[in-house]
Nanobody
């Protein structure tokens, strides 16, 4: 199984930027589809951005043009560059690694992002 550790969250003002990282270990990173999810209190967990093992990406409409997902297979690390942050981006952000045949995949512990003045 793969183990995932998110980092890079924190408190930032509206309009600011953060870069989240997800470090993977314990398996072959390059063949996983990797996804960032987020969950705010009282809300369902939602997909933010995804990058496949082949490098294809897709984004939630709410973050298009502001967030960029990328991966560095040599470092076994997934990234989420977040620019022009808004208060509604406040949530716990989770990393997910999944093979195409899996229904759920593996999850990290999450990292808190708070956007506030």
């Amino acid at each position: 199984q793969v183990q995932l550790v998110e980092s890079g969250g924190g408190l930032v003002q509206p309009g600011g930027s953060l870069r989240l990282s997800c470090a993977a270990s314990g398996s072959i990173f390059s063949i996983y589809d990797m996804t960032w999810y987020r969950q705010a209190p009282g809300k369902e967990r939602e997909l933010v951005a995804k990058i496949t093992s082949g490098g294809s990406t897709n984004y939630a409409d709410s973050v298009k043009g502001r967030f960029t997902i990328s991966r560095d297979n040599a470092k076994n690390t997934l990234y989420l560059q977040m620019n022009s942050l808004k208060p509604e981006d406040t949530a716990v952000y989770y990393c997910n690694a999944k093979f195409i045949w899996e229904s759920r995949g593996s999850w990290g512990q999450g990292t808190q992002v708070t956007v506030s003045s």
